[in-house]
């Protein structure tokens, strides 16, 4: 499971790479790559495109994004491949950055920093949180396609909205905000190791058992947990180290806020329902022997029964009208489809890869002459100065990118010597990334044809069994239709 956060950088920018890039943090600077630049010059880069941004919003210089995996989850190498891609994603091959992969901490984590303008259109990166659910939803995507897992979506869990009883006893609805559970918090009370998910419980308790609220908070201190008495009560659990914070309030949630613990302590709200949860101490170890007993019983209930039954016949319902809609009724018609969506997704997935390079390669080759010919009087009047190492000392960062930029383009130039016009590479590359979004739309309505399918198959193994897979079809019955 990998975990994402984005910052912005407002400053120190060169101190921020310089982190990122620590030898003794990237396995000597093996776990390093970048894109647009290179990592030793990328601050003064970034500077050359931000100075040429039209829109000047804001004053962030870059972002900083971080993609944390699990501990003994995946390797530094395959670690680094998937920031890569995921950097490419929230980049679109418009923004130079440096990735480095970290392995100095108990976790792999991986560090992006990008520039906050584009070097194509040098307008700036918005960031808001429609970008950074396009990131998570991104690295999830990467996640299953490394066969990691993955953090459930807030939407998911549950959090969009909240009830609770205002003070004239009503029941209202409002959205969730400071004290809704973040996606690493929820995963976890998953795990079992989520500190705050102690807490919840064992305040639950102690209102059961206290008669005021000075008793409860006499309760809690006597049984080790440590309780900061100011204007809004804050709690640590037995033997939390130094480090961990005091915690309370809406950070909890609305019912363990001071006036709604004293409230249920004197019996005038009812106290929230519990979720049904794995029992487990405070070290996070769960009663095995317990949970598979709550299983069995639970599975033996005839509510149980009749869930199942229910649930396998609207599977079986659902998979008949597809295969009858679809005129997919014999089994080497099914097969067929599925061999044909699996090619087609295949080809279109390499298809758009080699596009997406060429877009790429072609806005780091626009990138590359629009400095050259920026820079070539800065060099023009380098080779011209009486003085040039003051000369060079004064302009050392135009110079630097004025080399960087003619070494790239030598590969690109004619046999005349003459670059291309850049004018002319810009309108091919709009034409070039028109298409790398038209053949993306395609591609995700094959990958959903793929997700179908591969459901169907799954459903239809549920039901009859995996067996009919092994059956070879007839010789020619190979037609297929249409989804």
């Not at 198959?457 to 989804?483: A, C, F, H, M, Y």
Request: hydrophobic share 35%.
């Amino acid at each position: 499971m990998a975990y994402t956060e984005i910052h912005p950088i407002k400053s120190t920018l060169g101190k921020a790479l310089a982190y990122i890039c620590n030898p003794e943090k990237t396995d000597e600077k093996i776990l390093i790559s970048s894109f647009g630049c290179a990592h030793e010059t990328a601050d003064i880069e970034f500077e050359f495109t931000l100075a040429q941004t039209k829109m000047r919003k804001g004053d962030n210089l870059a972002h900083h994004l971080i993609q944390a995996f699990d501990p003994g989850e995946t390797t530094p190498e395959q670690a680094h491949e998937i920031g890569k891609k995921l950097a490419d994603i929230a980049t679109g091959g418009k923004y130079e950055y440096v990735l480095t992969t970290h392995i100095d901490k108990g976790h792999i984590h991986n560090h992006v920093i990008f520039c906050a303008a584009n070097f194509i259109d040098r307008t700036k990166y918005v960031s808001n949180i429609k970008s950074l659910y396009q990131i998570r939803n991104a690295n999830d995507r990467l996640c299953k396609e490394y066969e990691l897992s993955t953090i459930i979506p807030r939407k998911a869990q549950g959090f969009g909205q909240i009830e609770y009883t205002n003070e004239s006893g009503q029941r209202v609805t409002r959205t969730a905000e400071k004290w809704a559970k973040s996606r690493g918090e929820y995963n976890a009370e998953l795990r079992g190791v989520s500190w705050k998910a102690q807490l919840r419980e064992s305040i639950d308790r102690y209102i059961s058992l206290s008669s005021d609220f000075d008793d409860f908070l006499r309760r809690m201190e006597d049984d080790g947990f440590t309780v900061k008495r100011a204007k809004y009560h804050s709690y640590k659990l037995p033997n939390a180290d130094e480090k961990t914070r005091f915690t309370g309030g809406p950070s909890l949630g609305p019912e363990y806020t001071d006036e709604r613990i004293m409230e249920r302590i004197a019996g005038l709200v009812k106290a929230p329902r519990p979720k049904k949860q794995f029992q487990q101490s405070y070290d996070g170890s769960i009663n095995l022997i317990t949970r598979i007993e709550e299983c069995v019983k639970a599975q033996e209930s005839e509510w149980y029964a009749n869930k199942v039954l229910v649930k396998n016949l609207k599977i079986a319902a659902n998979t008949t009208n597809y295969l009858t809609e679809n005129n997919l009724i014999l089994d080497w018609q099914l097969k067929g489809k599925i061999d044909e969506v699996a090619t087609a997704d295949d080809q279109a997935r390499e298809a758009l890869i080699q596009l997406e390079s060429r877009v790429n390669d072609m806005g780091l080759l626009i990138k590359n002459i629009e400095t050259y010919q920026r820079l070539k009087p800065v060099h023009d009047r380098y080779q011209q100065a009486d003085n040039k190492d003051a000369f060079r000392r004064q302009h050392e960062s135009e110079l630097i990118l004025f080399e960087a930029a003619r070494n790239a383009l030598r590969a690109a130039q004619g046999e005349d010597g003459k670059l291309p016009n850049p004018n002319t590479l810009r309108a091919e590359y709009a034409a070039l990334d028109k298409e790398k979004n038209t053949l993306k739309a395609e591609h995700a309505k094959i990958k959903n044809k793929v997700k179908q399918l591969s459901t169907l198959r799954k459903n239809i193994d549920t039901i009859i069994g995996s067996s009919w897979q092994d059956i070879e079809p007839e010789k020619g019955k190979n037609q297929t239709v249409d989804l």
